[in-house]
C-alpha cells in the first residue's frame, strides 16, 4: 500500500490570480476566520474516513485542505452542499487541472481541484451527496488527492463540516449522508436517480428511483400496489438495471468508480472489473444472446465488453452528452445513444443489416431533464423518456417506434423531487 501523500504543488500563480479576479464579489464576503453561512459536509461519501491537511504557504490559502486516504486514486469526490455547478473544467491544462466549482447560496461556493475526471457540467445543479468526480492528481499536483476550498465570494474561508470548524491534521469520518441513520427512507433530502427495468416479467418498462441512502435503496413503482424496495450497494455507487441471466427479468446491479468494478444481482459474472477513474458505465445485450452485458463510456467512445472478454469500440455523441443505450430497432441487440440536456435531443445509433450506421435524433423533454429508456408498451423496440428532478416527474414517449412517427406522452409523478 502506497504511503499516505499530504504536500502537494497547488494551482499556478497565474491561475489562481485569475480565479480570484473571476470570483469578485458583488455581496459583502465573511472574515477569513469566520464560521460559513451554508452547511457543509466532507466532500466524500459517508462514513468514509479521510485525513485533511495544509501548510504555511499553501496556494491559495492555508484554508484550503489537501484530503487524502490510502489507495485514494479514483475514490468518488462529492458535492459538500447543495448548489450550481459554476465551472467544470474536465481539462488538464496545469494549475487545478480538472476542477469543479459549486456556487451555493449566500455568495458562498466551493471548489474540487486535481481530479482524475469531472461528473457534471456548467449550470448543472446538484445535490449535497452528488458525485461531482474523482480524487486524481491533474494539474500541479505532486500525487493524488483532492484540493478543496471553501470560498465566501473571492476570499478562502476557514472550513466547517457539520456546523463544526474543521482541525486540519486530522483524520475524520464523513457525515455526507442523505438521511440520519435513524431514518434509513423517510427523508426529503435524499437524491434520485431515475431508471427503468422489466421487474415483474409482463415485457414493459417499470419507473424505479436510485436513492442515494447510506445503503444504496432501488425503489420500483408496482401500480396498484405497494412499492418495491431493493437495497444492494452504496449511496456513492451508480446504479444499473438489466437482464444480467437472460430470464426475460431485470434485475438491480451498480457499479463503483473508486474501483471501476461492475457487480450485478444474479447473472454468470456477477463480479466485473472493467474500466477506468472517469468512465461512465453503460449496459444492454450487446450480442443479442439475452443476457446484458457491461460497458463504459470514455469521452466520446463507447467501450462493450462482451461475455468472452473482447470489447468493441465505438465512438458517438458529443463529450457533454449524457450516454444512453437500447435495442431502437427491435432486433434483440443493444445500440448506443447520447441525450443532450441542454437542448432536451436524444441522438440514437441503428446499425442495419447491411451494416451501415445511421443516426437519428428526436427532442424530448425539456432542459434539465435526465435521461430514461425501456420499452413502456412490450413491442420490442425500447422507447424514450426523461425524469424531471426538479418535480420527480416522468415523461414516457410511447411510440410505434422511438426514431419517429406518432407517438403520445404518458406523465408519472414517482421519486423525490431535489430541494
Known amino acids: 500500500m502506497r504511503p499516505r501523500t499530504t504536500l502537494r504543488v497547488s494551482a499556478s500563480a497565474a491561475l489562481s490570480a485569475g480565479l ?5 464579489a458583488a455581496l ?28 504555511s504557504g499553501h496556494s491559495p490559502s492555508s484554508y484550503a485542505i489537501d484530503w487524502n486516504r490510502p489507495d485514494d486514486v479514483g475514490d468518488p469526490v462529492v458535492a459538500a452542499a447543495d448548489g450550481v455547478v459554476s465551472v467544470a473544467d474536465p481539462v488538464d491544462n496545469g494549475g487545478y487541472g480538472r476542477w469543479v466549482r459549486i456556487q451555493h447560496a449566500n455568495n458562498e461556493n466551493t471548489i474540487y481541484a486535481h481530479m482524475s475526471a469531472i461528473n457534471v457540467r456548467g449550470q448543472q445543479k446538484v445535490s449535497r ?19 478543496f476550498e471553501t470560498r465566501s465570494g473571492s476570499s478562502v474561508i476557514r472550513p466547517y463540516f457539520g456546523g463544526k470548524a474543521f482541525v486540519f491534521g486530522t483524520t475524520q469520518v464523513s457525515q455526507n449522508c442523505a438521511t440520519p441513520p435513524a431514518e434509513p427512507i423517510q427523508t426529503p433530502t435524499d437524491t434520485n436517480v431515475p431508471l427503468a427495468g422489466d421487474l415483474v416479467l409482463d415485457g414493459r418498462a417499470d419507473l424505479t428511483v436510485f436513492r442515494r441512502l447510506q445503503e444504496g435503496t432501488f ?6 400496489d405497494s412499492d418495491s424496495i431493493r437495497r444492494f450497494g452504496l449511496g456513492s455507487d451508480t446504479p444499473l438495471m438489466g437482464d444480467w441471466d437472460g430470464n426475460g427479468r431485470d434485475n438491480v446491479g451498480y457499479y463503483r468508480p473508486s474501483t471501476s468494478t461492475f457487480v450485478l444481482r444474479r447473472g454468470p459474472q456477477p463480479t466485473i472489473q472493467f474500466g477506468r477513474a472517469g468512465d461512465i458505465p453503460v449496459v444492454g445485450d450487446w450480442d443479442g444472446d439475452g443476457v446484458w452485458d457491461v460497458g463504459v463510456r470514455r469521452g466520446t467512445t463507447f467501450i462493450k465488453r462482451m461475455a468472452d472478454g473482447k470489447t468493441y469500440s465505438v465512438s458517438f455523441g458529443g463529450s457533454d452528452d449524457k450516454p444512453v443505450t437500447g435495442d431502437w430497432n427491435a432486433d434483440g441487440i443493444a445500440d448506443v445513444g447520447a441525450y443532450d440536456a441542454e437542448t432536451s435531443t436524444f ?15 428526436v427532442k424530448f423533454g425539456k432542459p434539465g ?16 423518456g426523461v425524469w424531471d428532478p426538479n418535480t420527480s416527474t416522468f415523461s414516457r414517449r410511447i411510440a410505434t417506434r422511438p426514431t419517429g412517427g406518432e407517438f403520445s406522452t404518458e406523465t408519472i409523478q414517482f421519486g423525490r423531487a431535489k430541494g
Open 28 to 55: 459583502p464576503t465573511a472574515p477569513a476566520g469566520a464560521a460559513p453561512a451554508n452547511s457543509y459536509q466532507m466532500p466524500f461519501p459517508c462514513k468514509q474516513s479521510w485525513t485533511g491537511t495544509t501548510r
Open 219 to 224: 425503489v420500483t413503482r408496482r401500480p396498484g
Open 20 to 24: 480570484l479576479a473571476g470570483m469578485a
Open 129 to 147: 451527496g452528488d458525485v461531482i468526480g474523482w480524487v486524481g492528481t491533474s494539474g500541479n499536483s505532486t500525487g493524488p488527492h483532492l484540493h
Open 347 to 361: 441522438t440514437l445509433r441503428i446499425l442495419g443489416k447491411d451494416w451501415v450506421s445511421r443516426s437519428y435524433t
Open 369 to 384: 431533464s435526465i435521461a430514461v429508456t425501456g420499452d413502456w408498451d412490450n413491442n420490442g423496440y425500447t422507447d424514450l
